[in-house]
């Protein structure tokens, strides 16, 4: 936490050195003051943000004029079909990214709705909400990140209480095709922060109905007695305002006589991994210990190293939904024994 009276008194001291006259130096600190009271990093110009940041300003001025020739983008195939376009920075531009994050957007206050990009939040908290609810109505955002302009990254950086200067910069940095690019450190957070009015209308909503409501990215889930007519309205006029629209390919009710699944937890009664991964790794496990891992290997095609990591981490998520699944317990002694 910043000393502001020993701050203000060296700042002062220093800026009549250097021949600046006391009304000049009190608009700086009054504007050092705003910053400081929200706990953000005090940056008067662009030079100061390069000093900050490590980089020479002329560096920080090519990724801030051309922001698009310092991405590396690439296509990765999506879970259902398609691709997924990825906008990489380059590692220079990814580290200012990364000083923007852990010293700007951390400092800022998320809405307590918002499960994913958060310290100490998993797929687990957004799940463990929505347990041994009636309904569960899963919504699916469309093009999140891509559909977050920059102007609405400019007004968050202009709302911190940034000069313009400063906010044209950091809003050039964190941008690209005038918009969140999908890859860029700092998109996640930012959209968590662009996000909090949809998420305090929707929750809301949400309470005045009895239900329950989280957004895990672009994952909206309501659970309780769900209206899905009246939740798809609202929901839809809340996105139009934000310049959002549902992807109504991913809408998808889930009743007590069916699987209930939040973002790939089980939560009709008690949280637990989806069944087939149980009982694969179980079957997997039954076959080691019958046959041999090698002769078990050989007959899947597996290589020794990648499968070992495979059935570890499968046994590791199992556990992670729900520390008492023998099963997973089990299978974590069995390939303790044979590394």
């Known amino acids: 936490m910043l000393d502001w009276a020993k701050y203000s008194k060296s700042f002062k001291r220093e ?8 009304q000049y130096i009190e608009k700086c600190l009054n504007y050092a003051k705003c910053l400081s009271e929200k706990g953000l990093p005090i940056i008067y110009d662009q030079e100061h943000l390069a ?3 490590g980089y020479n300003i002329e560096y920080l001025r090519r990724a801030s004029n051309a922001p ?4 590396r983008r690439f296509k990765i195939p999506k879970k259902s079909r398609g691709f997924r376009e990825i906008s990489e920075p380059l590692p220079s531009l990814k580290e200012i990214q990364q000083w923007i994050l852990n010293n700007i957007l951390y400092q800022c206050t998320v809405s307590k709705f918002a499960k994913a990009f958060k310290h100490q ?6 799940a463990r909400f929505h347990r041994g609810q009636r309904s569960v109505l899963s919504l699916d955002i469309k093009n999140f990140f891509s559909s977050i302009p920059t102007s609405r990254v400019f007004t968050f950086f202009n709302n911190c209480g940034y000069s313009k200067e400063v906010v044209t910069m950091l809003t050039n940095l964190c941008t690209s095709n005038n918009a969140l690019p999908q890859g860029a450190p700092t ?17 809301k909503y949400a309470l005045k109905r009895k239900l329950r409501y989280t957004r895990y990215a672009d994952d909206l889930t309501f659970s309780g007695e769900c209206d899905v007519g009246s939740i798809i309205r609202i929901v839809s006029t809340v996105l ?10 991913k809408t998808h009710l889930m009743r007590p006589c069916s699987r209930q699944v939040v973002t790939g937890i089980i939560v009709n009664k008690k949280m637990q991994a989806p069944r087939e991964i149980r009982r694969n790794l179980r079957q997997d496990i039954y076959y080691i210990e019958k046959y041999g891992l090698d002769s078990h290997m050989q ?13 570890r981490g499968i046994a ?8 008492k699944d023998r099963d997973a317990k089990h299978a974590i002694e069995v390939i303790a024994d044979i590394t």
């Open 316 to 323: 590791n998520f199992i556990l992670f939904v729900n520390s």
């Open 68 to 71: 698009n020739l310092f991405y």
């Open 121 to 126: 939040c998993s797929i687990r908290d957004n």
């Open 299 to 311: 007959a899947t095609g597996r290589t020794r190293a990648g499968y070992i990591n495979h059935l």
């Open 187 to 203: 998109s996640p957070a930012l959209s968590n922060l662009l996000s909090m009015r949809m998420d305090k209308r929707l929750s």
């Open 15 to 22: 800026a009549h050195k250097a021949g600046y006259d006391d």
């Open 240 to 249: 139009k305002d934000d310049g959002l629209q549902l992807n109504t390919n």
């Open 51 to 53: 000093a900050l940041t």
